[in-house]
Each structure stands twice: as C-alpha cells, then as structure tokens.
C-alpha cells in the first residue's frame, strides 16, 4: 500500500511539473522551432521581401548558387567569418580562464564580486552604444591615435584603424574581446567554486606549486566549464553581426568585416533575396552545430571523474 502511495504521489509531482513546463516548452517551440523550420522551407523559394508575386519554388538553387556565385560574395563572407572568429575565440576563452583563475585565487569572495561587477558591466551595455564609444577612440582625431602616437614618438600620424583591412579586423576583434570577456570571466569563477578546496590543501601539503594545482587539479576539474564557455563562445563569435553593421554604417569598408550574419543581412534585407537569406542562414545554422558538437567531442567533458 505504501509503494502505491508513493507512486501516486510522484505521478502527482510529475504532473504538476509538466504542467509548469509545457508553457514555456510550447512558448520556446513557437518562437525557436517554428522559425527555423519557416526558413528551410523559404530557402527552398526564390522570395522577394516586398515582391506582389508568388514565390518561384527553386529547390536547392539557393544553396548551389551561395557556393558557386562568386557575385554573392557568400565565401568571403565566411572567409571573414573565420577570421574573426579564430582572432576572437582563442584570446576570449584563454584570458578569460587566465584572469578568473588570478582573480579567484588571489582574493577574497568580496573583492571578487567587485571584479565580477567590473568586469560584466560592458556586457550589459548594448552592442550599438559600445562600438560607438570605440569608433570615437578610433577616429582620426580620437584617442587611439593619440595614445599610439605619444607611445611610437609619431605625432599627427593616423593610423588607419578603421579604413585598413587588417587593421579594422583587429578593431572589431578588440571591441568584441573587451565587452564579453568579462561574461566568460564570471562563468569561469562561477565554475572554479564548484572545485572543492580541500584538493589544493592536500596538493599545497604533498608540496605542489600553483603551476601544478593549476595543471593537475584546476584544468581537469573545470573541463566541463570549459567545455560551456567554449560553445557558448564560437556561438557568439559565428552570430556576431552589430560591431561590424556600426562599423560599415559610419563608412568602414565591407569585405573585411563582411561576416555571415551581416551577409545575411545585406542579402534579405538591402537586396531583398529572402530566400537566399534564409538559406545562408540554415548553413550557419548547421556550422554552428556541428562545430559546438566537435568541441564537446574534444573536449570529452564527460570522462570527469570527480
């Protein structure tokens, strides 16, 4: 009788639970799945945003024409895709462990939710009013040249950094570095508290270095984390789209910042190919995927053995 109690009762909590969640599942349904699925099936049409005509169903032309059109300019938007991506990805991740493990080890809770603050507080600015603030550094008459110049000896010089192509890469690469490496610095601090500090008194007592805590203890145990901030990172990396739109509309050439999502753009909303837009956007879509799924893979999170 008590089995049959107990049983009645989880039936009970589980419906109530997903009573809760249906709500937000059909919710994320609506407004996730519904979408994407609405962009396969358009990419499949020649569609003009504001065209009276039927769509012309074209079948994969779209995605064909994406990879053999060179007047699409689709590959050199992945070209510089990657190129922003691989600039942003590696010092993002990387700093970003560096600095929450010098922060985390060498302070106390208190100060640390002082550089926690500090150090988010441009992630919460938008995207619009934080490149703003940087194309005013890098004017001509800006403080970026002024600084570069009183270091160089070099004064009236102008450097160029947002007409040069290499040069405005870097500049958008920086922009993007300083206003989200504070979001994966607070993961990272959130994932080194979940480590028990009994193993670095144990590993401190055996006589190992802070090198060696951080090589036999840090790293292992913060695979998973790493693995989170990873993923999240070259998602954000692949979707960038605004610090590259404000630097094109204040004058910056094109190509070099031409990454997919301001391709996409370009495509369904400047030209109004909605169908072509669409079909860039599911073959971000799918990169983004297979490219989270092989990090996870590398990484192997889940052989952690705590």
Not at 22 to 30: E, N
Request: net charge positive; charged share 15%.
């Amino acid at each position: 009788m008590r089995q049959k109690k107990y049983r009645g009762i989880e039936r009970k909590l589980a419906l109530w639970g997903w009573g809760f969640n249906i709500p937000s599942l059909v919710f994320f349904a609506v407004f996730s799945f519904a979408p994407i699925i609405y962009a396969i099936y358009t990419s499949l049409y020649d569609k003009r945003v504001l065209s009276l005509k039927a769509p012309n169903f074209v079948g994969l032309k779209n995605y064909i024409d994406i990879f053999t059109n060179k007047g699409i300019g689709f590959l050199d938007s992945l070209k510089s895709s990657a190129i922003f991506s691989f600039g942003a990805f590696f010092p993002l991740v990387i700093f970003s462990l560096l600095f929450s493990v010098l922060v985390y080890n060498n302070y106390k809770a208190s100060t640390q939710r002082k550089f926690e603050i500090l150090w988010y507080t441009p992630a919460v600015i938008s995207s619009v009013v934080a490149t703003t603030i940087w194309m005013l550094i890098f004017d001509p008459r800006g403080l970026g040249n002024q600084v570069v110049n009183f270091i160089l000896n070099t004064p009236g010089v102008d450097h160029r950094w947002t007409s040069n192509p290499s040069m405005l890469r870097f500049v958008t690469i920086m922009v993007y570095f300083w206003k989200y490496i504070g979001y994966y610095i607070v993961l990272f601090i959130t994932g080194l508290g979940t480590i028990p500090g009994t193993l670095y008194e144990a590993a401190r007592i055996d006589g190992a270095s802070r090198m060696q805590c951080f090589r036999r203890i840090t790293l292992p145990l913060l695979k998973p984390t790493v693995s989170l901030v990873s993923v999240l990172c070259l998602i954000h990396c692949l979707k960038t789209f605004s610090t590259q739109y404000m630097f094109y509309q204040s004058g910056a050439p094109l190509k070099p910042i031409n990454v997919i999502s301001l391709s996409i753009y370009t495509t369904g909303i400047t030209n109004q190919r909605i169908g072509r837009a669409c079909a860039m956007s599911i073959i971000l879509f799918a990169a983004m995927i297979i490219l989270s799924i092989a990090q996870l893979k590398l990484i192997n999170a889940d052989d952690i053995d705590y």
